[in-house]
């Protein structure tokens, strides 16, 4: 298997060349923390706090994760927040799919938008297709319970984060 380095380096291309939105990011944190408290009640605050990040962009994320059915937002004093479904019954490529939505990684992938003349005819555009599935297939295997199978270790750094 060819095993090339995720990035190299090229003087016309800033950070990473694919890259997950922060929407994507601060889901996954959101979800992973509430599988790290489960079955406790967990806050946005506590979230946003322990990860450095906007408790507004956050908020976002939490309303699509509940209008999908992934948590249970529960409103009011002592509301909070806690998975509606299994940590092992969520995969980071069906939350990806939402996140990302639509994941047009180039022109042609939207039929509306695309103006190539080349569509359909082809093969980068055919290869990129088959890359994403690829990419999504990888993390089809990967669950919230995955991502939060070494507990303590997560928690002993989520708290040395809030302390600092």
Not at 26 to 44: D, E, G, S, V, Y
Not at 92 to 101: L, M, N, P, S, Y
Not at 103 to 119: D, G, K, R, S
Not at 145 to 150: E, F, R, T
């Amino acid at each position: 298997m060819f095993n090339a380095p995720l990035s190299t380096h090229n003087p016309h291309v800033k950070g990473c060349p694919l890259r997950l939105t922060n929407f994507s990011n601060f889901a996954l944190r959101l979800l992973q923390f509430a599988a790290l408290h489960a079955p406790n009640l967990i806050r946005t605050e506590d979230v946003a706090r322990a990860h450095g990040i906007s408790r507004h962009h956050l908020l976002k994320a939490v309303n699509t994760l509940e209008k999908e059915g992934f948590i249970k937002a529960i409103r009011g004093r002592n509301g909070g927040i806690t998975l509606n479904r299994p940590a092992k019954g969520i995969t980071v490529g069906e939350v990806i799919r939402i996140t990302e939505a639509p994941l047009e990684l180039v022109e042609c992938f939207n039929a509306q938008t695309n103006t190539c003349p080349l569509i359909g005819v082809c093969h980068l555009s055919a290869s990129i297709q088959t890359a994403t599935r690829a990419f999504l297939a990888v993390l089809d295997d990967v669950t919230i319970a995955d991502i939060a199978a070494n507990r303590s270790v997560l928690l002993s750094r989520l708290n040395d984060a809030e302390t600092q």
